[in-house]
């Protein structure tokens, strides 16, 4: 009965090479949303989809692109890994609009060599 | 803007011992509040959520919270932690921005259990 499924779990990649982390649900949520997080820090919002409406956040890098092409599924794209993206990536759903809870993935770990 | 605090960055309790972690906030309006639990390596778990009405809120594996306005607070408590309890901590606050919604995490809380 997994709601919000990641893939992979892990993920090594190297330094520039484009990389794409996977997020799906079976609770088709209207919301969709990427965060990073980096080891003991808060969960940063990288941006959401609200059905096939993007919305980045204004300090996102250029870097992170997202795809939704069906409800059920949205994928991030790092064009060009560094160093510093090395992190875990966390999907989330929320229902609908006006505001519900977020329902999280397990995370993807991001390794950059 | 809209912020949340969590003043202690660890904590450790012994097993059976009561816990009280600690958020406030800074909103403007009456504010959705929450409370996550991440175990290393893992996604974050909602524990419980406050929107309105009774201000004490009940949540999955006995934790419950106390929404305060007058202090700007939204504490976690469980009368008897067990060693699984063990994890790191996040209060959330929602700014619903258009009809999207968005969370403010707090920087987190580690919880340890002595045994």
């Known amino acids: 009965d997994a709601m919000v499924i990641q893939n992979p779990r892990y993920q090594v990649t190297q330094f520039g090479k484009p990389v794409t982390l996977s997020c799906s649900q079976t609770?088709?949520?209207?919301?969709m949303y990427w965060y990073q997080q980096k080891s003991s820090q808060a969960p940063k919002l990288l941006f959401h989809?609200?059905?096939?409406?993007?919305?980045n956040e204004a300090d996102t890098p250029d870097n992170f692109q997202s795809r939704r092409p069906n409800t059920s599924f949205c994928f991030l794209d790092i064009r060009s890994p560094g160093l510093g993206d090395a992190a875990m990536y966390l999907c989330?759903?929320?229902?609908?609009?006006?505001?519900?809870?977020?329902?999280f993935g397990p995370g993807t770990r991001l390794t950059v060599t | 803007a809209q912020s949340v605090t969590q003043p202690d960055i660890h904590i450790t309790v012994s097993e059976g011992a009561s816990l009280e972690l600690r958020c406030n906030y800074s909103?403007?309006?009456?504010?959705?509040l929450f409370w996550y639990v991440q175990s290393p390596g893992q996604g974050l778990q909602l524990l419980l959520k406050?929107?309105?009405?009774?201000?004490l809120v009940q949540g999955i594996k006995g934790f419950e919270a106390e929404f305060k306005r007058s202090q700007s607070s939204f504490n976690l408590r469980k009368p008897s932690v067990h060693w699984s309890d063990a994890a790191e901590y996040f209060c959330?606050?929602?700014?619903?921005?258009?009809?999207?919604?968005?969370?403010?995490f707090g920087k987190g809380t580690k919880l340890s259990v002595k045994p």
């Open positions: 989809y609200y059905d096939k409406d993007f919305n």
């Open positions: 959330a606050v929602g700014a619903p921005r258009g009809s999207q919604g968005n969370l403010i």
């Open positions: 406050y929107f309105s009405g009774d201000t």
């Open positions: 989330a759903t929320s229902r609908d609009e006006g505001f519900y809870e977020q329902y």
């Open positions: 909103y403007g309006a009456t504010p959705y």
């Open positions: 609770l088709n949520h209207n919301v």
